[in-house]
């Protein structure tokens, strides 16, 4: 199973990284995913959320 935000689908991206003599290697941006409890079908599984997501939860409640 792929590391997705289970709310917003936030995943891998790819991209390059720039050495000083600008040579562009490719790499991958992992987002922040953090595995906590999320209430389904009224019970609680352990999901993968992104930290943008958590943060917007602990305002909602």
Do not use: W
């Not at 290697?25 to 997501?53: H, M, S, W």
């Amino acid at each position: 199973m792929a590391k997705v935000c289970y709310i917003c689908g936030k995943q891998k991206v790819s991209g390059n990284e720039i050495s000083h003599s600008h040579i562009a290697t490719k790499r991958t941006f992992g987002a922040n995913l953090q595995k906590k409890p999320v209430e389904v079908d009224g019970k609680l599984t352990k999901k993968y959320i992104c930290t943008r997501c958590l943060k917007s939860l602990k305002k909602d409640a």
